[in-house]
């Protein structure tokens, strides 16, 4: 995840708040992105991304800041897959360990209302770290 930090900070990530399961993992892969992209913003822990988390479960999370456009998630597959799909009305997405999605919507966060701007592919991170060692 370290190596994904150059690719992040060129993507200009920026998110207002970075919400994350409270499981181990999913925490200290929030932590480094945060890191990566050398934010001092603390990682907001949410039980409800917890495995099993749909859609429904993130919105209230992302509800609970209302001031932020930005929301980048940290969880679990295939819920974040799942909610990828159903925001973009996309028949299948599939999210990988480290990967990254950005969904843009013209209004409110809906099902259907979404567009899928970019996805990432964590082997992405691997290929640029070896082209630039």
């Known amino acids: 995840m370290r190596a994904a930090a150059a690719t992040w900070r060129r ?13 181990p993992r999913a925490a200290q892969t929030a932590e480094l992105l945060l890191e990566g992209l050398q934010s001092k913003k603390p990682v907001v822990s949410d039980e409800r991304l917890r495995p099993g988390a749909r859609w429904a479960d993130m919105a209230e999370a992302q509800a609970a800041h209302p001031d932020a456009s930005r929301v980048m998630f940290v969880g ?38 979404g567009e899928l701007a970019w996805l990432i592919d964590p082997d992405l991170y691997e290929s640029e770290a070896d082209a630039s060692g």
């Open 76 to 113: 679990h597959e295939p819920d974040l897959s799942t909610a990828v799909e159903l925001l973009t009305g996309a028949s299948s997405v599939r999210m990988r360990k480290g990967g990254l999605a950005c969904v843009e919507f013209r209004g409110s966060a809906e099902p259907g209302a």
């Open 11 to 23: 993507l200009k990530l920026q998110p207002q708040v970075v919400i994350s399961s409270p499981l």
